[in-house]
């Protein structure tokens, strides 16, 4: 903490970097992924696949959410979370 204090300008430059490589790079290319596993969230939300039923009872998801292993696979924690809470809110 103290060497951000007294070395302002270098920790100034890192954030303006770190903000421009977010801005540049991992926005545009994670926007369109979101955008389609939303998609095919909505899509594929309440269709069950027989491939995938034993996964979704060993994760405990109810029937018909097995679909939304897809884009959680393919998108990591975050997506699959989302997609779990989509499901849960069309529930209720």
């Known amino acids: ?5 007294l070395d302002g300008r270098t920790a100034i430059d890192g954030a303006r970097q770190g903000i421009e490589l977010c801005l540049r ?7 369109p992924f979101f955008v389609l596993s939303i998609l095919l969230t909505s899509s594929l939300l309440g269709s069950s696949l027989a491939v995938l039923r ?8 109810p029937d018909g959410a ?15 979370a989302v997609s779990y809470t989509h499901l849960r809110a069309h529930e209720t």
């Open 1 to 5: 903490m103290l060497a951000l204090i």
């Open 25 to 31: 790079t991992v926005i545009p290319s994670l926007f």
């Open 54 to 61: 034993p996964l979704g009872r060993l994760f405990g998801m």
């Open 66 to 80: 097995e679909s939304l292993l897809i884009p959680a696979f393919l998108g990591g924690y975050p997506v699959g």
